[in-house]
């Protein structure tokens, strides 16, 4: 019979509030009640996070899309270009003005993107890319059916709604 060093864990597959799960890492193995209590805490703070950056998210594509639309206002009339107009309805068609031509014609068309600038595109990608790891990181600990974790969680992610959600 061989001898293996590595430890078999198994996880609990109920809602439990059972100490010793893993929480992330290896050594993250909260076990005491104390432990356990900063481990709710910090899942908290990274709940709160969350939100935060939903929130920051949200400002700054309000920024850029009133940016966007300032400098759509500010095009030359012979530069050719299609004007943009963003509309809060997706059901309804923008009415789009092909400037540049002989005669100015009205088409009846659906609304289009945005200009690319790299310095925002790159910065919304930054900004939704390490959201989306806070909500795999939060999904991850949810998983663990640790009932603490859970609720720590749920709380955060309210309270961050209530704090920055406006």
């Not at 439990?16 to 893993?22: E, K, L, M, T």
């Not at 709710?40 to 850029?64: K, V």
């Not at 939704?128 to 749920?154: E, G, H, K, P, W």
């Amino acid at each position: 019979s061989q001898t293996n060093s590595s430890e078999l864990v198994l996880m609990t597959p109920y809602l439990h509030f059972i100490g010793g799960d893993h929480l992330y890492f290896k050594s993250w193995r909260p076990s005491s009640h104390g432990a356990l209590a900063g481990a709710s805490i910090a899942l908290l703070i990274f709940a709160l996070l969350e939100r935060l950056l939903h929130a920051t998210r949200g400002a700054m594509d309000a920024r850029w899309r009133r940016s966007a639309l300032a400098l759509n206002a500010t095009l030359p009339a012979g530069g050719g270009a299609f004007l943009w107009r963003k509309q809060e309805k997706r059901e309804e068609s923008a009415q789009v003005e092909v400037i540049g031509s002989s005669k100015a014609s009205r088409v009846q068309g659906s609304r289009t993107l945005p200009p690319f600038v790299l310095s925002r595109d790159a910065a919304r990608g930054a900004l939704y890319s390490l959201q989306a790891s806070l909500d795999y990181a939060l999904m991850l600990a949810v998983m663990t059916f640790q009932a603490a974790y859970i609720i720590s969680i749920i709380v955060g992610l309210g309270l961050g709604e209530v704090l920055f959600g406006r």
